[in-house]
């Protein structure tokens, strides 16, 4: 791997300034005799998550195969550079706390600025807060918010919204779920249109869309913010996957009121399912319907750059009658982790990863039709997560035989409705090579 800290035009400045043309005259003291005069005998350079995944390989072959996985469903096996894990041991970071006098804490509400900052722009939204628990209490939090804007009761959730956001949601509501919708999927895999024109009335609060659905399906925001705002309801956005967003359109230019969404992509691994960061903005006309906190930017009484906790209506505070939420602080460590890797890919690297996912996905479905034992049954757009459906029988004993081979293909959707028992949900991020796609269907043509 190459660690070439330098731009070409940092390079050539520094060899003017010496007095050099070219980094060859720096050797030109050495004898020609002393010099190898040939590139060293090495492997082409890598980068971090190949070398990583190369050095896994080459360490797996004291044991057992590398175990692969294709497990989705919400939290997504993204490469993570060990230089956020090594940033955030800094001491600052993983002991700092914002206490009740939080502008003492002038490091942590800067990143906590930045972090609201980068959430802003991938949902194009005009304001975020500092971070939720995850991506269903964002998506429940969501919900009360569009109640206290709109005054309204009832909410409608589009078909394809994560069955266990949507517990969460029911569990945040209990005290009258009864107001809750859930729309049926239509053949494609989005939701039912016309079940959804039905169901918005003048007491909606709330249309909620999942961007891409649970089945990784890409669903019409356009249209939904239409059917929404035409009742006088709010958009309400969730997005358990944001590398999705490196190629589809932000919410915000498609009519969102509320996104919200996971951010653990960019910032943990699967971790056995935690911990997660919840990613909420809004519009700026909501922003003091907002839960949690808000870090803002303004300048000391000397004119110099500063930062502020802005809103906090929270429970523990003294205005705690009119608190928006709960929650009782925010997901620091792993926000900031999400900053740092955000950052460490900038707008390019990020919408790189993100057309990797797309293409594999897309080989991936490929190769799996021309084994003739599977199809796929939903016929929408995804970004890097889709059904798949045996033709020969349910998904389960297939799903248990591959993972005695160290292969875990995908989630077994009977596990949420009875009915999927033949199909599967399957993830691909740019952690899996061509190679591991093959070896999976290979697996599963002959399992």
């Not at 929408?380 to 998904?395: L, Y």
Request: glycine share 8%.
């Amino acid at each position: 791997m190459r660690y070439l800290p330098h731009t070409e035009e940092e390079i050539q400045s520094m060899l003017e300034r010496i007095g050099v043309s070219s980094i060859d005259d720096l050797f030109s003291p050495i004898p020609e005799a002393g010099r190898l005069g040939r590139t060293l005998d090495l492997p082409e350079a890598m980068d971090e998550a190949s070398l990583m995944a190369h050095l896994d390989e080459l360490a797996g072959q004291n044991g057992a195969a590398r175990t692969l996985s294709f497990l989705g469903a919400g939290m997504y096996d993204h490469h993570i550079p060990p230089a956020v894990d090594q940033l955030l041991l800094r001491s600052e970071f993983y002991t700092a706390y914002t206490p009740y006098q939080p502008e003492l804490s002038q490091g942590t509400l800067q990143a906590t600025f930045e972090f609201q900052t980068l959430v802003s722009q991938l949902y194009g939204m005009e304001v975020a807060n500092s971070s939720m628990y995850d991506g269903a209490s964002a998506m429940a939090e969501a919900a009360l918010m569009a109640r206290r804007v709109t005054k309204r009761e009832g909410i409608v959730l589009g078909g394809g919204i994560h069955p266990d956001y949507a517990e969460t949601l029911r569990t945040y509501l209990r005290a009258d779920s009864e107001s809750i919708q859930a729309m049926p999927l239509d053949a494609r895999g989005v939701t039912d249109v016309a079940s959804l024109r039905a169901a918005v009335t003048s007491e909606t609060a709330a249309v909620m869309i999942a961007y891409p659905n649970f089945f990784g399906a890409i669903e019409d925001l356009r249209l939904a913010a239409e059917i929404a705002h035409a009742a006088g309801a709010l958009l309400v956005t969730v997005t358990p996957e944001i590398y999705a967003l490196s190629v589809l359109a932000p919410p915000g230019e498609l009519g969102a009121d509320i996104a919200v969404g996971e951010g653990q992509s960019l910032a943990t691994g699967v971790s056995f399912g935690g911990p997660g960061v919840g990613l909420f903005t809004a519009r700026q006309d909501f922003v003091r319907q907002l839960p949690g906190r808000l870090v803002g930017e303004t300048v000391d009484s000397k004119g110099q750059r500063g930062f502020v906790l802005t809103l906090s209506t929270r429970e523990q505070h003294i205005r705690r009658a009119r608190a928006t939420s709960n929650i009782c602080t925010n997901h620091a460590l792993v926000a900031l982790a999400f900053t740092m890797r955000t950052a460490m890919l900038g707008r390019q690297g990020f919408e790189a990863v993100g057309r990797v996912c797309l293409s594999r996905t897309e080989y991936l479905k490929a190769r799996l039709l021309e084994t003739g034992r599977f199809s796929l049954p939903y016929a929408a757009p995804t970004f890097n997560e889709f059904v798949v459906r045996r033709s020969d029988g349910k998904a389960a004993p297939l799903l248990a035989a591959l993972a005695a081979h160290g292969i875990h293909a995908g989630v077994d959707l009977a596990r949420f409705d009875p009915e999927h028992d033949r199909d599967l949900l399957i993830a691909v991020t740019e952690r899996h090579a061509k190679a591991d796609l093959d070896r999976l269907v290979d697996a599963m043509a002959k399992a």
